[in-house]
């Protein structure tokens, strides 16, 4: 749009947008992780399945940080035209990229091991579509098809979390209130 003088149309704009929505081609994804690259251990029963959703959840307890929504930084960013914004950014990553390291060192029993993966890949594309958003400033595309997968990659972790949570209540797992797998199961 910038080589054809029609950086400031917003219908050229929208038109662009919906052109890349609409084709679905991704210029890049996030790395998709399979069974071969998590720990997994033969131990299925209830006490090994307890510690692993303690340990995934001192994972996110401790990775964690408090902070606004990606989406909305990045959208305000957008719309203020302030590339700076974009910087708040930089803590998420950062954290997003501490979980899924931590994700990837957890030991997860055999049964539990899709599960995971569903959570390390959700966390994975999370990662991705956040460093998208980063340089949404100077790679409009990046940050168009960064939107496009959001609401897919929330979701995903959305339903990974609960397909965890809802094996450790089927297990009848319960937990204090200082151990990780309050993270899936709050008291």
Known sequence: LKQMGSIND???????VGKVLESGIML?????????????????STESI?????DAGYVFKTY????????VITKEAIEKESPATLKELDPIIKSYRNILNGL???????????????????????VFIVEKFRVSDVDPLAGVQ?????????QLFADA??????RLLSLNIKYNANEGGTFFIPN
């Open 50 to 54: 307890k510690k692993y959703a303690n």
């Open 10 to 16: 917003k219908a050229s704009q929208e038109e662009l």
């Open 28 to 44: 890049a994804s996030p790395k998709e992780y399979s069974i071969v690259d998590i720990a997994t251990i033969n131990d299925d």
């Open 64 to 71: 964690s940080i408090s902070s606004r929504n990606e989406a």
């Open 146 to 154: 960064a939107v496009a997968r959001y609401t897919s990659t929330i």
């Open 104 to 126: 990837l060192k957890v030991k997860a029993p055999q049964s539990m091991s899709k599960m995971h993966v569903d959570l390390v890949n959700s966390v994975s594309s999370l």
């Open 161 to 166: 979390m609960n397909n965890i949570k809802s």
